[in-house]
């Protein structure tokens, strides 16, 4: 089994309005390749949130009275503090420095997925997650096979923390074409055990994957083909992933 990342670039520059399928099909065509069957692209959520205009000036944002609060306590921007408020669906956790929050899709994230970092302009603009980003992936992934007549998953990626563990990683916040989770029950391990209750989080595994190569900084690789990896076809959406609350035994 052979699994390879390739990158897709030169990638523009993104800005509001723009067609993201479009752009990768630019890509690839200056790059002479085209798609191949069972190929997942992986497209960070930054650029579909930059296309779809949900950046955040935050010089036009007015810090309520719970968002000083926040702020006095965690030592962040009273206006960054409102726009995370506007973006959650509930605070769970406040520290100095972090603020953990559900957002609205019901992902479970430092400061509702918030931004700072790889949004032109200035430190007054940030960056929310894509308000649909499984509707973002179809319409991607739309183009993507019409185009090319073969069948791909695209993958909204973006980088999240770990509860306990230190540093974050590229996970799916967005799907389309791909079964988020791969079941292992039912099937035989090497020593011909039935396995009963092996779940892997296949789309989360490939986003990390397209993490190596997309980088943090200033790769300015938004956008990863990742080929040969092993999945199953589905449309279930990236809130698979959470758990309900009477399973959640950390909330």
């Known amino acids: 089994m052979r699994v390879e990342l390739i990158a897709v ?4 520059l ?11 099909l630019e890509s ?12 997942a692209v992986v497209v960070a959520s930054t650029i579909v949130s930059k296309a779809e205009g949900t950046l955040i000036d935050l010089t036009t944002v007015t810090p309520s009275e719970r968002a000083l609060i926040l ?15 506007r973006a959650s669906k509930q605070i769970l956790k406040v520290g100095p420095g972090p603020i953990i929050a559900e957002t609205h899709h019901g992902f479970i994230c430092a400061s509702a997925g918030i931004d700072t970092s790889n949004v032109a302009g200035n430190n007054d603009i940030v960056c929310t997650l894509p308000n649909d980003p499984d509707m973002s992936a ?11 007549d073969t069948r791909v998953a695209v993958i909204v990626s973006d980088t999240q923390g770990r509860p ?10 967005g799907l389309s074409g791909i079964d988020p989770v791969w079941r292992y029950k039912g099937e035989k391990d090497l020593y011909g055990y039935t396995l009963n209750a092996s779940v892997i989080a296949r789309a989360d595994e490939i ?26 076809r589905s449309e279930d959406p990236a809130t698979t992933y959470i758990r309900d609350v009477q399973n959640d035994l950390f909330r």
């Open 207 to 232: 986003a990390a994957a397209a993490d190596l190569v997309m980088g943090q900084s200033n790769e300015g690789i938004p956008v990863v083909i990742v080929r040969g990896a092993r999945y199953r």
């Open 138 to 148: 179809r319409t991607i992934r739309a183009k993507l096979e019409e185009t090319f």
């Open 28 to 39: 690839l065509g200056s790059m002479g390749i085209s798609l191949e069957e069972g190929d």
């Open 164 to 173: 306990f563990r230190i540093g974050a990683l590229g996970v799916s916040v």
């Open 14 to 24: 993104v800005k509001q309005g723009d067609d993201i399928g479009s752009l990768i």
């Open 71 to 85: 702020s006095s306590t965690t030592g962040k921007d009273p206006r960054l503090c409102e726009a995370i408020l």
């Open 9 to 12: 670039t030169p990638f523009p």
